[in-house]
């Protein structure tokens, strides 16, 4: 946990389980524990996070979370966006300065990205966002629209998220491009004005939410890795994680 009393740093962990592609992934067993149960233990490694819960909009999971230990918060399912529920959620904490959204369904999510993360949140107060992205080093990433690429500035911030190339090569490149990564550290009091933001036009033209801040002067600060945890969006991507944990332990 933090010892740093200055900040209140929690994690919320989102999961639905609504999917049209895998219905109840949350609680899908992998390797004798539901996904979002690994997950959960993943975080509590964290050492710079001072709270965790898990945020749903289902009963099962909620119950299914309190079984295991976690803390669980219901929320609407109503919600038009993630950013809507991670602000209902902070709500359940109101000693919480800043928050870290961070993805349901990867189970092997490192905990010293997560706390890299928030230190690099909480160590420039002009920051509003912070968030991850790797190199890119697969041609066909660079062409798949559902790879989002961001570009930097000199100081880590961000200039512009896409789903296209982004920066065009006209001259070979001097590095490589990047790849988001949806990891999301906020500040408390920019996450609640964000929510109340109306959508912004190259947020839906490109459909990336995190567009809305860039569009009202915010900065995202992007934080460098080359760990890219195996996300779970299918049964056989199940399959491949649960034969990793496997050979872990």
């Known amino acids: ?10 994690g919320l962990i989102p999961s639905r389980w609504g999917s049209s592609r895998f219905p109840g992934k949350p609680l899908h067993p992998i390797a004798g524990k539901p996904l979002v149960q690994h997950v959960w233990e ?20 909620f119950d299914a979370a309190v079984s295991f230990g976690a803390r669980a918060i219901m929320t609407s399912p109503d919600h038009p966006s993630g950013s809507d529920r991670l602000a209902e959620a902070v709500r359940s904490f109101p000693a919480a300065t800043h928050v870290v959204n961070i993805q349901g369904d990867e189970p092997l999510i490192d905990p010293a ?6 230190e690099a949140l ?39 998220f896409s789903r296209s190339v982004i920066p065009y090569a006209r001259h070979p490149r001097v590095a490589p491009p990047l790849r988001h990564l949806g990891i999301y550290a906020y500040r408390r ?29 915010a900065r995202i600060r ?14 056989e991507q199940a399959e491949q994680v649960e034969q990793i944990l496997l050979n872990i332990h």
């Not at 992007?222 to 049964?235: E, F, N």
């Open 113 to 118: 990205l997560i706390d890299r993360l928030a």
């Open 122 to 160: 909480v160590s420039d107060e002009a920051l509003s966002m912070a968030t991850v992205a790797c190199p890119i080093s697969a041609r066909e990433d660079l062409d798949n629209p559902n790879i989002v690429k961001v570009a930097l500035a000199r100081n880590g911030d961000a200039l512009y």
């Open 1 to 10: 946990m933090a010892a740093d009393t200055s900040h209140h740093i929690i």
């Open 42 to 61: 993943r975080v509590c490694r964290c050492s710079r996070l001072d709270a965790i819960a898990i945020a749903t909009d289902d009963q099962r999971i």
């Open 222 to 235: 992007v934080i460098l890795t080359d760990h890219v945890s195996v996300g779970v969006d299918t049964p």
């Open 189 to 217: 009091d920019f996450l609640e004005n964000y929510v109340r933001w109306a959508p912004t036009p190259l947020e839906q033209t490109e459909s990336l939410e995190q567009l809305r801040a860039l569009e009202n002067g």
